[in-house]
């Protein structure tokens, strides 16, 4: 299914394709097919829509560069990690070499015996480079030194630490704030393979089974379902995508039940109820 919003096309992956099932009991292949439908929504609660043609997109990523690179998996931030420090050693490296060239310091120059370098033991790239990592990440091996000689060399030693300690800070804090999503937290929390429906207090009700797996307990808990199905377009229109809030609630006194045991949640398919339709069938 496809619609267009904007000049942006978005594609939501519920085609249908056949596959064969091989019967039970058998050694070949049987005709019996099933009818598979890749969903909106996995099970697991990720989304299968991707956005495709839409203008701009990737500059609206890098006008979020804070989310962009929490989002980021983990080989592609590790590899950025390394990219960006490794990138600003380099750089800096290479504004050192330059400032030398300017003054002279260079081995090419022969510079005379009572010469005075702007950063000792530094008169050649290899040394640049070595000076640029050793002062971002404040090693400091005690051989290379900044001098009073030249003040444009302590200008860019300031430049340097606030723009490397400012990159810390902000690379740091994606590691820590992608570290802290309780994401691996949500699959702890398991719900049964299959959802009934079965009478409850006289009424017909889709109940599902939750269950914490591990021993940290949760304070708190709500579940709630969304109904997700297409409208019927008139003639000339978009298909539409409608959502429906589908509640579920627990035999329970509180509306926040304690998750110390399996606790089975139910939603009452009555009147009101968006599954009403599909329960009379």
């Known amino acids: 299914m496809t619609s267009t919003l904007q000049g942006q096309k978005v594609c939501h992956s519920q085609t249908q394709t056949d596959a064969m099932k091989p019967l039970l009991g058998g050694t070949g292949y049987g005709i019996e097919s099933i009818r598979l439908r ?3 929504m996995s099970k697991d609660g990720r989304s299968n829509v991707r956005v495709e043609q839409m203008s701009g997109q990737h500059a609206l990523y890098l006008r979020d560069p804070w989310t962009t690179c929490v989002d980021l998996q983990w080989r592609y931030k590790l590899l950025v990690f390394s990219a960006t420090f490794v990138g600003t050693w380099f750089a800096f490296g290479l504004l050192w070499y330059l400032l ?5 310091d260079l081995l090419e120059f022969d510079p005379p015996a009572n010469h005075t370098l702007c950063v000792m033991q530094m008169q050649t790239l290899t040394g640049a480079f070595l000076f640029s990592l050793e002062t971002q990440t404040t090693i400091g091996y005690g051989f290379r030194c900044i001098t009073e000689e030249c003040p444009s060399g302590i200008v860019l030693l300031v430049i340097q630490l606030l723009i490397t300690t400012g990159m810390e800070i902000f690379i740091t804090g994606t590691f820590l704030a992608k ?9 702890t929390v398991r719900f049964s393979q299959h959802a009934v429906i079965a009478n409850h207090n006289g009424e017909p009700c889709l109940m599902i089974r939750v269950a ?15 109904l997700l199905q297409r409208c019927a377009p ?3 229109e978009t298909v539409r995508l409608d959502q429906k809030n589908i509640p579920f609630s627990v035999d329970t006194a509180s509306e926040s039940p304690f998750l ?7 939603h009452t398919i009555d009147n009101d109820s968006p599954l009403r339709a599909w329960a009379a069938k």
């Open 260 to 266: 110390i045991l399996p606790l089975t949640f139910y």
């Open 234 to 236: 008139k003639e000339g």
């Open 38 to 40: 890749r969903r909106l």
């Open 212 to 226: 914490n797996m591990r021993k940290s307990l949760l304070l708190g808990c709500q579940v709630t379902g969304k």
């Open 100 to 104: 030398a060239l300017v003054h002279g």
């Open 179 to 187: 570290v802290a999503r309780p994401k691996k937290r949500g699959e």
